[in-house]
């Protein structure tokens, strides 16, 4: 059976043909392969994402989670609003949270991209913050836990020992729809906890 | 009035590492340029294509517009200096604290990383009217779809109207101009110095925009001067949530006190007008007076003189007179 996953994952193996197509009704030649005016952003770039450098050929005009999601198969980040309004698409660029759907992946070619996908070490072992929200049940239908996860990790960079109402609103620009704020508050506040014993 | 939204249209990225190279570009191609600092206003405004620049120059490269530094014991601000770094900054805390908790008050923690003080002040109204593309006064057409009986106007404004009603959504511009902040404005022709309160335009002077920058001009900084360092600040912000949410009313005070009198004092609100609102006339009645329930009822009374609500915002009258109250009795 194909699932959504390997189906979208498979369709990103066929890259070229697929950001070609996904970009032909656009009215900019720019867009078309053509050469950029002068002084103007090239096309083709290398992006630093969970520390590996990938070249990808970006349009001026994507956003870094739609680039993260539909060019380098990183679909851990998830797209809710794409108005920085969610949160769902944080990610840490220069291990500060940054909302991936308002950022331009052009503008991050020097920069380093952590997504979610990056913060279990190689060996599988889950981050502290990802252990934390499984151990304590933190999410419900965890569209948002990505978002949510990232946020905590860069807000624990700045505060690792914060208090509840601190953590709270460290991270703040992140939305449940499920409404289980406390849930996850209480799983982030164990991350920290964990974090801190590491 | 199809818009369509939710795709960032095409254009073309220029990226200078100058301020002398972005300022020939945005020379070079005039009104078909727009600026991107942070990005927050222009990707929503390009979303529902409120503008539609051919070309659009990033000035997150260019290093000489960021960061802060001490110059005569005030202040001067790069325009790209993020609203976070400005909250958090040991000199603006202990100094001109209105500044830092103006700043902290911005949007979210994911948008106050990338937001900068630049964009915060220069951004355009949320009027809901103009940035889904109707064709009102201010995109150019010939009425105000928010002043008409049936229009959703609560977050509009209740001073100065002027065909338009937009407000100017911007919490660290009251503080600005509380510091008495100067906005270092460069363009091909030169450097200009604006004073804070000047940089704003009320629909009665340009109705298209909210700020003095023309086109081809760039806000490289902001000085703070020393005149109010360690005086007594005061910042409110009233939404409807705690994040996000822009002002219904924002106040930014900044007092001199000694003996319990008020010695000196600079009241700015917003959200109420298109431009930061200076309250020159409740600082005149209040210097020289102490600090207590009478100098605040006055001053209340006095902020609200010709007010003048739509259907939906009288309660901003009350709101404003409560908060200068508030900021006057402390």
Not at chain 2, 268 to 293: F, I, S, T
Request: with cysteine; net charge positive.
């Amino acid at each position: 059976m194909v699932s959504r996953r390997s189906f979208i994952k498979g369709a990103i193996a066929g890259g070229a043909t697929v950001s070609a197509a996904s970009y032909l009704f656009r009215n900019s030649g720019a867009a078309l392969g053509q050469a950029p005016a002068p002084g103007a952003a090239e096309r083709l770039l290398a992006l630093n994402v969970n520390g590996q450098l990938r070249h990808v050929d970006v349009p001026k005009e994507e956003t870094l989670a739609l680039t993260l999601r539909n060019r380098l198969g990183l679909t851990g980040t998830k797209v809710g609003c794409q108005r920085a309004e969610c949160g769902s698409c944080t990610v840490l660029i220069d291990a500060v949270p940054h909302y991936s759907c308002s950022v331009l992946t052009h503008s991050v070619r020097s920069r380093q991209i952590a997504t979610i996908e990056g913060l279990a070490s190689p060996t599988g072992a889950l981050h502290p913050v990802q252990q934390a929200a499984i151990d304590q049940q933190g999410f419900q239908c965890g569209f948002c836990a990505p978002g949510f996860i990232m946020a905590t990790v860069g807000f624990l960079k700045t505060n690792p020992s914060p208090t509840r109402d601190e953590l709270a609103e460290g991270i703040a620009g992140n939305l449940c729809r499920c409404q289980d704020y406390d849930k996850i508050l209480t799983a982030m506040m164990s991350a920290a906890e964990h974090a801190r014993r590491s | 009035m199809a818009v369509i939204r939710g795709s960032m249209p095409s254009f073309e990225l220029f990226q200078p590492t100058s301020v002398d190279a972005a300022l020939a570009l945005i020379g070079r191609h005039g009104a078909a340029a727009r600026i991107l600092g942070g990005g927050l206003d222009t990707f929503d405004a390009l979303q529902d294509r409120v503008v539609q620049p051919a070309a659009l120059v990033d000035l997150g490269g260019i290093a000489e517009l960021q960061g802060i530094r001490e110059v005569g014991g005030g202040l001067e601000i790069g325009a790209m200096t993020t609203l976070a770094e400005i909250a958090r900054h040991p000199i603006v805390q202990s100094q001109f604290a209105v500044l830092a908790r103006a700043a902290g008050a911005v949007g979210s923690p994911q948008i106050r990383n990338q937001g900068t003080l630049g964009g915060n002040v220069s951004q355009s109204t949320r009027c809901w009217y103009y940035r889904s593309g109707w064709t009102c006064y201010r995109a150019g057409g010939n009425s105000c779809f928010a002043d008409t009986p049936t229009a959703v106007n609560r977050e509009h404004a209740i001073f100065d109207l002027d065909r338009c009603v937009a407000v100017n959504p911007s919490d660290t511009a009251p503080a600005l101009v509380a510091l008495d902040a100067q906005m270092v404005v460069r363009s091909s022709r030169g450097e200009r110095v604006v004073a804070a309160e000047d940089y704003f335009l009320g629909p009665d002077i340009d109705i298209t925009r909210m700020t003095i920058l023309d086109a081809g001009d760039l806000l490289t900084a902001i000085r703070v001067p020393a005149t109010w360092a360690g005086a007594h600040f005061q910042f409110e912000k009233v939404r409807d949530r705690k994040v996000w949410d822009f002002p219904l009313v924002n106040i930014a005070t900044a007092m001199k006190m000694s003996n319990g009198i008020i010695r000196d004092i600079r009241l700015v609100v917003n959200a109420v007008a298109a431009r930061p609102r200076r309250l020159h006339e409740v600082e005149n009645a209040v210097r020289g007076k102490p600090r207590d329930a009478a100098t605040a009822t006055l001053a209340g009374e006095l902020a609200i003189k010709g007010a003048q609500p739509l259907r939906h915002n009288t309660y901003k009258v009350a709101l404003t007179r409560n908060l200068v109250q508030r900021a006057i009795r402390g």
